[in-house]
């Protein structure tokens, strides 16, 4: 429970908004919000009935999904698993596939590409290439159902290494829900929320959720124009307007987001959706 609200939201009137909209944006962050967080990262799998909700809202047309993910495209399509593919901006946004298959990629650097290949090479000397993801502009490493010591023990040498690079080599160093990741600068959540927004128009009615750090930056670009939601078994502090737990939640949150795509209408029961 959140017996004390930081984030005052009208969610019975986003509702009604939502409802009566023509133009509605689900923007979904992909690890620890759709899918619970595996140690097997290949094995994340959508919570049951995700998947059968979310091709609902996207058959019955009337509202775009876009999933945002620090993944890259590549590893989220056979997870998310759908029959029907939603737009996906991949790598915290430096990728982008459209709904029509389309695919756009931002390069990355000249330095940060030099830096990016200095990290890959220091982590196989180093051991622990093994820890390693490799993401279109971004190294990711990844602790998580390690030993506390020996977790604390490689993102002690991470943020080492990170510090050791030349100033302006054009990446920056993220923590994220299990981990670090060194990632080439120019491209954020927030950024591609920005962009969906300019191309949706002033009249579009959307929700970002998800869970992490690397998520705040949507939460902010979202803040005054639509809903965040923070989807996380705990709360924690953050930007975000709303606090649902998966995946119960989760599920009421995203079937009542069907019912009004589907019917212009829909049950007003809330329960269980509390105010960040």
């Given amino acids: 429970m959140n017996p004390e609200p930081?984030?005052?939201?009208?969610?019975?009137?986003?509702?009604?908004?939502l409802t009566?909209?023509?133009?509605?944006?689900?923007?979904?962050?992909?690890?620890?919000?759709?899918a619970p967080f595996r140690v097997e990262r290949d094995k994340?799998?959508?919570?049951?009935?995700?998947?059968?909700?979310?091709?609902?809202?996207?058959?019955?047309?009337?509202?775009?999904?876009?999933?945002?993910?620090?993944?890259?495209?590549?590893?989220?399509?056979?997870?998310?698993?759908?029959?029907?593919?939603?737009?996906?901006?991949g790598a915290h946004g430096r990728e982008r596939l459209y709904?029509?298959?389309?695919?756009?990629?931002?390069?990355?650097?000249?330095?940060?590409?030099?830096a990016l290949k200095e990290v890959l090479g220091w982590a196989k000397t180093s051991g622990l290439e093994s820890y390693c993801e490799l993401k279109p502009g971004c190294?990711?490493?990844?602790?998580?159902?390690?030993?506390?010591?020996?977790?604390?023990?490689?993102?002690?040498?991470?943020?080492?290494?990170?510090?050791?690079?030349?100033?302006g080599h054009g990446v920056g160093l993220h923590s994220f829900d299990g981990g670090l990741e060194i990632r080439a600068e120019g491209c954020h959540k927030g950024q591609a929320v920005e962009t969906i927004f300019q191309e949706s128009g002033p009249d579009i009615v959307a929700a970002y959720l998800g869970d992490d750090r690397?998520?705040?930056?949507?939460?902010?670009?979202?803040?005054?124009?639509?809903?965040?939601?923070?989807?996380?078994?705990?709360?924690?502090?953050?930007?975000a307007d709303l606090?649902?737990?998966?995946?119960?939640?989760?599920?009421?949150?995203?079937?009542?987001?069907a019912r009004a795509c589907n019917k212009g209408q829909g049950s007003r029961g809330r329960a269980g959706i509390e105010k960040a």
């Fill in 139 to 167: 190294i990711a490493f990844h602790v998580r159902g390690l030993l506390p010591e020996k977790a604390e023990e490689i993102l002690t040498q991470v943020r080492s290494v990170s510090s050791s690079l030349e100033q």
């Fill in 99 to 114: 709904a029509d298959g389309e695919y756009q990629f931002l390069p990355v650097g000249a330095k940060a590409d030099k």
């Fill in 214 to 239: 690397t998520d705040e930056d949507a939460f902010r670009a979202i803040k005054g124009r639509g809903v965040g939601v923070l989807v996380r078994s705990e709360l924690r502090t953050t930007e």
């Fill in 243 to 257: 606090w649902i737990k998966p995946p119960e939640e989760l599920l009421q949150f995203l079937s009542e987001w």
């Fill in 20 to 34: 009566r909209s023509r133009n509605r944006a689900l923007l979904l962050d992909y690890d620890g919000t759709l």
């Fill in 44 to 89: 994340a799998v959508p919570y049951f009935g995700v998947r059968k909700i979310l091709e609902k809202i996207i058959v019955t047309g009337g509202c775009r999904v876009v999933v945002i993910s620090g993944r890259s495209v590549e590893d989220l399509l056979p997870l998310l698993g759908l029959q029907v593919t939603p737009e996906i901006w």
């Fill in 6 to 17: 930081v984030n005052a939201y009208d969610i019975l009137r986003f509702w009604d908004l």
